[in-house]
């Protein structure tokens, strides 16, 4: 007999609003780190080519080049990222060229500014694609299935980006454009998991005669693990792909491989755990009721 | 009975495939057009000012992108990339290798050039010139300068008539850079305009003057900068990881779905050269974030093929004949296949909508994806999977996936 999914749901609302917790009070006390995209001023990037103490360099910018540092941070192959609070001017950019050319002979520098304005706008719209993202795709799934899958969806679809940006704000990773690329990739895996065991339950409503709640977690238990399979090989497979990109896939896209490793486990989970569930406690009031009547 | 015909033509697609796909891939890739995060260069957003006596329109917004690419043309970078955004915004995309912060000033420097009388009245301006200032030395002294000709001589030689023996000044940018007496009046409508550091300086100002004036000054408010050896190991990495994602799920279909693992990986391997050959011929740009997508959207098209290949198994364990099962696997798995990639597609539709350069990339490239996957793993591989069973040529449903025990309780 295969493990009694459904029967055990609490746990997982349990547990899920723990981890939600658990995020969020990370995001308020620890804020999310996030990079020149959305936060105006500066970063310059460069290779330091040995090991090295950030706050050593923070000091030298600071008194070498009179500019007021916010932070210094070393990333792989013994770079370093700083970050200035103010957007910096040409002339400064200059300067900071020069100056880092000569000190280090493989800098490579590559500085970025943005403006408060354009950083806002970056930010606001980032949001605006996520929201309108869900409510595209619930207005879709209500009118494919109904909408308590729909919503029930769409919960675990945010859970999950709860949980990706929760870990990203707990280990200080820079939250940049990019990331935004990776969470909506991340949205659109989450409901592709969801929709797959929805369209099981939605055709097994067509074979099953349910009366009462037993009947109705079985159906979904059925469901679940008619598509177990399937779950697993296919984040598998996509494991595979966003793992080898964030082992070989070079400093650029690193973070925004591991947030897709993150987020499509989480995302296979959710949509087991979290999404089947909602759904199932959501459904069986339904059957409750007319009893009561 | 074994049918030749349906495993011919099983042969013809993939024979025909790789005929097509081998000699020409190289091209298709060369073609493709890179992003700066992928062969280096700079991206700057510019605001477009208010001059002091004219307030920005649009019109005005074109014209200062339009002399911003005269004066990229004139310093002889290539393929520059730019676009009015909102407004009264202009984004400069330089790609290659070359001095950033030259490529910078000279994308600003306004080159307001001025002809003024003694008394600080304006007599004529850059726009009077003809587009073909160029440096020189001198011949005597060896000094270099900048020779330029005026469009209209007469107007010229009216100011050099009016003030022979006076000083007309030369000013650029608002600074004097010359002041010289006119000794008697010049009726050819050629000049020179002396006082530069070296050669290179004159130069630069002869492409300034060439390119003509900004209408209305610039401010940045946005940059970023890739070096093109960064961007070219983003690249070189980026193609190396996919390379092994695509072995890693390679081994894993087939050593787990078998027959129909290999066609769903032939499948892909159709799926990636479409691809990359839409995003060649559409002469769509591809960045890191739109590769990572394509990467990504492997995995999605693998799980077309996981989709498809489960639900056929189902089948077949229900007692379903090996050609039923294929069909019957096939048609059930429809449905889920084409819901879930019309939410990717709604969601690629939106960020594309709201998104700006990196999401918008991503979600281009993540739609071109979807689609592709319709093509490739909906459509050529179920026909490939149906060809083969029909063939008759294997008949063991082992090699179809499904366990020994399922196959014996048919």
């Known amino acids: 007999m295969k493990f009694d999914i459904v029967k055990n749901r609490k746990w997982y609302f349990g547990f899920s609003v723990l ?11 620890m804020g999310l780190n996030l990079g ?41 192959n013994n770079g370093a990222v700083v970050r200035i609070d103010k957007k910096i001017t040409a002339d400064e950019e ?17 500085i970025s500014s943005v403006d408060p304005v354009v950083a806002r706008e970056l930010a606001e719209k980032a949001i605006y694609a996520i929201i309108l993202a869900s409510v595209g ?30 870990i990203f ?10 990331f935004i690329a990776a969470v909506l990739t991340i949205v659109g895996y989450s409901i592709h998991d969801t929709i797959v065991i929805f369209d099981r339950i939605r055709e097994n409503l067509k074979h099953y005669k349910v009366k009462t709640t037993a009947d109705l977690e079985q159906l979904v238990n059925d469901s679940v693990w008619q598509t177990m399979t399937r779950s697993i090989n296919t984040v598998l497979t996509v494991v595979f792909s966003a793992g080898a990109l964030y082992l070989f896939g070079g400093s650029p896209i690193k973070h925004f491989s591991l947030a897709l490793v993150i987020g499509l486990v989480t995302g296979a989970y959710s949509s087991i755990f979290i999404a089947a569930q909602l759904w199932v406690s959501w459904k069986s009031r339904e059957l409750k009721k007319p009893k009561s009547a | 009975m074994i049918k030749w015909s349906r495993f011919l033509g099983f042969l013809m697609i993939v024979v025909l495939f790789f005929a097509l796909a081998i000699p020409t891939y190289q091209s298709i890739w060369n073609n493709i057009q890179l992003g700066l995060d992928l062969k280096g260069g700079f991206d700057v957003l510019y605001e477009v000012k208010d001059a002091p006596e004219e307030k920005v329109t649009m019109e005005g917004v074109i014209a200062t992108k339009n002399a911003i690419e005269k004066r990229i043309d004139s310093a002889g970078i290539s393929e520059p990339n730019l676009a009015i955004e909102g407004d009264n915004r202009i984004r400069v995309q330089l790609a290659g290798v070359f001095n950033q912060e030259e490529a910078k000033k000279l994308l600003v420097q306004s080159a307001e050039l001025e002809f003024k009388s003694p008394t600080g009245e304006k007599l004529a301006s850059g726009r009077d010139l003809k587009s073909n200032a160029r440096a020189q030395t001198d011949q005597q002294t060896g000094a270099p300068q900048v020779a330029v000709e005026f469009k209209d001589p007469k107007l010229f030689a009216d100011i050099t008539t009016k003030y022979v023996g006076q000083q007309v000044s030369i000013w650029l940018d608002g600074e004097m850079i010359q002041n010289p007496v006119i000794n008697e009046p010049i009726l050819t409508g050629s000049a020179v305009i002396n006082g530069q550091a070296d050669l290179k300086e004159a130069r630069e100002i002869a492409n300034y003057l060439n390119a003509g004036a900004l209408p209305f000054p610039l401010e940045e408010i946005s940059s970023f900068g890739v070096s093109p ?23 894993f279909m087939v050593v787990y779905y078998r027959l129909p693992g290999l066609i769903g990986m032939i499948a892909l391997v159709m799926y990636t050269y479409l691809l990359f050959s839409v995003v ?16 990504l959207g492997v995995g999605m098209a693998v799980d077309v093929n996981i989709i498809a290949i489960e639900r056929m198994k189902d089948e077949f364990r229900n007692g379903k004949s090996l050609l039923s099962a294929v069909i019957m696997g096939q048609k059930r798995s429809m449905p889920t296949i084409i819901d879930a990639n019309i939410t990717s597609i709604i969601a690629g539709v939106l960020m594309y909508w709201f998104g700006t350069g990196a999401i918008k990339s991503f979600a281009v490239a993540h739609i071109i994806s979807v689609l592709a996957t319709f093509i490739t793993a909906v459509l050529i591989s179920r026909l490939m999977l149906q060809l083969l069973v029909r063939s008759n ?8 996936g499904a366990s020994k025990k399922g196959g014996a309780s048919k």
């Open chain 1, 137 to 166: 795709i619930i207005l879709y799934m209500a009118f494919r299935f109904e909408y308590k899958f729909a919503i029930s969806g769409v919960i675990s679809m945010l859970q999950v980006v709860l949980v990706v940006v929760s």
């Open chain 1, 19 to 29: 981890i939600s917790i658990i995020g969020i009070i990370l995001m308020l006390t």
């Open chain 1, 36 to 76: 020149t995209d959305f936060k105006a001023g500066s970063r310059v990037q460069f290779t330091v080519g040995q090991a090295f103490d950030p706050a050593d360099i923070e000091k030298a910018i600071e008194t070498d080049l009179k500019l007021d540092v916010a932070a210094v941070q070393a990333i792989e």
């Open chain 2, 229 to 251: 050896s960064l961007g070219e190991e983003a690249l070189h990495d980026t193609l190396y990881a996919g390379g092994i994602a695509f072995v890693l799920i390679f081994i």
């Open chain 2, 280 to 295: 060649s011929f559409m002469g769509i740009t591809l960045t890191l974030p739109g590769l990572a997508a394509l990467i």
């Open chain 1, 94 to 110: 200059a300067s900071v060229n020069k100056y880092l050319t000569e000190k280090y002979p493989n800098a490579m520098p590559q």
């Open chain 1, 169 to 178: 704000a707990l280990f200080r990773f820079e939250i940049d454009i990019t």
């Open chain 2, 393 to 400: 040529l294997i008949k063991n449903p082992w090699w179809y």
